[in-house]
């Protein structure tokens, strides 16, 4: 634990001197999937990583990737203790890419539109735009995920060689590829289904939250914050530290508590936070707005937890100030486009 000058506690990792961290806001995914591209071309186009999406975009209510990822078990007892075991779920509830009919189309002159030579049955984001609810009040959300860089992380303590680490400087969690065996028991560990393994390499493999652009190893070697946040076309990531007293993402986490974490049941205690998602109220038979609201609390409660009642309470008083024209520290947070305060990535050496 560590308090800041404000008096808010912290918890950061033993060892951990500052822990990197980023909040999401729900309510701007547009589902275009920049992100995911932007990790892929990256980190995960070589051989045996075909499959991996290191950062995804998932439709919720849905099943996500990997398939039913919520079902897998792994994470922490109710202590926080033991290690609860997971599964390893198997390759299609990843999805394969598909074959596409292109030499056809491209070179041999067919007038067939583009599509899977066989009617595909499951992919990545393969329950896109379906969501949940009975017309007109159906609902759905993109929910954009990547390695939570935890601080009590499961996949750490489930290697038998000691191969995942927490780093001393950020708390970001690696994989030592010389001395991951790819036996796989992170994969298992991970409630959130976030490493991956590479059965060309024979190791496992997961996001590095960019750590080679937050150090300024780019070419110019400016600071850059992660691809996924830098290329997201409507900004919704914020980047910094979760100690930095100053930055966005401790005053929305610890001070006005509106970012919360996805599924804290599982007890790894994720660095990854989120805005929860609004959308408009519900429709009468008659298609007149009613006091209902679209997307079920207890959905919301299932995904977030408990905390996230009150911080969608929070967000609504504090956007009816921003209404009256009183001033609001959380709608500035939300809302600001000065990329010195969406990544506050050099306040720590
Ligand atoms: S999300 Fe999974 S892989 Fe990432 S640190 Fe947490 S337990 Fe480990
Ligand atoms: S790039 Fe941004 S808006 Fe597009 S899917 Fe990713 S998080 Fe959502």
Avoid at 340 to 345: A, I, K, P, S
């Amino acid at each position: 634990m560590s308090q800041t000058d404000d008096g808010t506690d912290v918890r950061l990792a033993d060892g951990i001197d500052h822990q990197v961290a980023m909040v999401m806001d729900l309510n701007k995914c547009i589902g275009c999937q920049t992100c995911t591209i932007a990790c892929k071309t990256n980190w995960t186009d070589g051989g045996g990583r075909e499959y991996m999406y290191w950062n995804n975009v998932e439709t919720k209510p849905g099943s996500g990737y990997p398939r039913d990822w919520e079902e897998m078990g792994g994470g922490w007892d109710e202590d926080g203790e033991e290690r609860t075991p997971g599964e390893l779920q198997d390759k299609e509830a990843y999805g394969r890419a598909w074959e596409f009919n292109h030499e056809q189309v491209m070179y041999e002159g067919s007038d067939e539109p583009l599509r899977p030579m066989e009617q595909p049955d499951w992919g990545p984001n393969f329950d896109e735009d379906e969501g949940a609810g009975e017309y007109p009040n159906s609902y759905y959300f993109y929910l954009p995920r990547i390695c939570n860089h935890c601080t009590h992380p499961s996949c750490v303590e489930a290697c038998p060689r000691s191969a995942l680490y927490k780093r001393e400087e950020d708390g970001i969690v690696l994989v030592d590829q010389d001395r991951c065996r790819g036996y796989r028991y992170c994969v298992e560990g991970c409630p959130y289904k976030k490493v991956y393994y590479n059965a060309m390499k024979k190791t496992s493999e997961k996001c590095i939250f960019c750590y080679p652009r937050i150090e300024g190893e780019g070419p110019e070697g400016e600071v850059l914050p992660p691809s996924c946040a830098e290329d997201c076309p409507p900004q919704l990531r914020l980047v910094g530290y979760l100690d930095d007293e100053e930055g966005p993402i401790h005053k929305l986490v610890n001070e006005h508590e509106v970012a919360v974490r996805l599924h804290p049941e599982y007890r790894t205690e994720p660095n990854v936070y989120y805005i929860p998602p609004f959308a408009p109220p519900q429709h009468s038979e008659s298609g007149e707005s009613i006091e209902s609201e679209r997307i079920p609390r207890n959905y919301l409660e299932e995904l977030f937890g408990p905390d996230v009642h009150e911080a969608l309470n929070t967000i609504e008083r504090e956007r009816a100030k921003v209404e009256r024209g009183e001033e609001s520290e959380v709608m500035e947070l939300l809302t600001t486009t000065d990329t010195t305060d969406q990544y506050r990535l050099e306040v720590f050496d």
